[in-house]
């Protein structure tokens, strides 16, 4: 394997991560009407704390936790500012 | 489908994303000897922009496109880490 066979095989990683990501962002849109209706807030730092917990014990490397801790947070902060909506975006 | 269900599928969404993190930090971690060897920097801002190009053309939602950047952004800088190794991380 030479340097672009890595790299196809990095974008066809990149391009399966995006597919999980935006299917995740559909669940955590489904999610916002039954949150809504349950009265609950759409930040809710012990469901984000177990998120994380389940990530790191899950984690198998080569990516240390801190990296793997640091790519989550993003994306769920990502997550949080779409279940708000563009007018309610207070990032 | 209530909440509960819905947090099951975001957490087998999140199983599946570390899985494909890590198997992305294990090509890039290939390529570090072929760069080496070829005398190429662990730092191509050429090859990271192609990156972010790909994954903006394939985007298809709900995600928007600088939520899409944004989390790239964060994977790529930790790919750049583990390539550095721990001795040469200058983050």
Redesign the interface.
């Known amino acids: 394997?030479?340097?672009s066979d890595?790299?196809d095989?990095?974008?066809e990683?990149?391009?399966?991560?995006?597919e999980?990501?935006?299917?995740?962002?559909?669940?955590?849109?489904?999610?916002v009407p039954?949150?809504k209706k349950?009265g609950?807030p759409i930040y809710e730092p012990r469901?984000e704390e177990q998120?994380f917990e389940?990530?790191a014990r899950?984690?198998?490397?080569?990516?240390?936790p801190d990296?793997?801790r640091?790519?989550?947070e993003?994306?769920i902060d990502?997550m949080r500012?779409?279940q708000r909506g563009p007018m309610e975006d207070d990032k």
């Open positions: 394997m030479d340097l890595w790299r095989k990095i974008d990683a990149d391009r399966k991560i995006l999980l990501l935006n299917e995740r962002a559909r669940y955590v849109l489904a999610l039954l949150k349950a609950i469901r998120v389940n990530i899950l984690n198998g490397g080569p990516l240390p990296a793997v640091r790519i989550f993003r994306i990502e500012s779409i």
